[in-house]
């Protein structure tokens, strides 16, 4: 795994972690969040394996309509750390 890789889905978690912890977003959303993180912590899948998962679940995450905009944005966020990865 390059350290690129790790880096990326590094902040992608730190990002989720932060939305994770925040109360105002709905209680199923921040469970879905950390399914995510969980996906991308899982050790026993490549990261471009682990981040295209990740990547699935968020889209459907941000169509959720009980997503405040704000969390929205920052799920794009997250996006953008995901979509760095690739295959080594």
């Known amino acids: 795994m390059s350290a690129e890789n790790l880096?990326?889905?590094k902040q992608a978690v730190a990002?989720?972690?932060?939305l994770a912890n925040d109360n105002v977003i709905p209680r199923n959303v921040r469970r879905s969040i950390k399914d995510v993180i969980d996906t991308?912590?899982?050790?026993?899948?490549?990261?471009?394996v682990r981040a295209a998962n990740a990547i699935a679940a968020l889209e459907e995450i941000a169509q959720d309509p009980n997503v405040p905009s704000y969390a929205r944005v920052?799920?794009?966020?997250?996006?953008?750390?995901l979509e760095r990865i690739r295959e080594a």
């Open 40 to 48: 991308l912590n899982d050790g026993s899948l490549s990261p471009a």
């Open 7 to 9: 880096e990326n889905i």
């Open 15 to 18: 990002i989720l972690q932060s």
């Open 74 to 81: 920052t799920l794009w966020n997250a996006f953008s750390y």
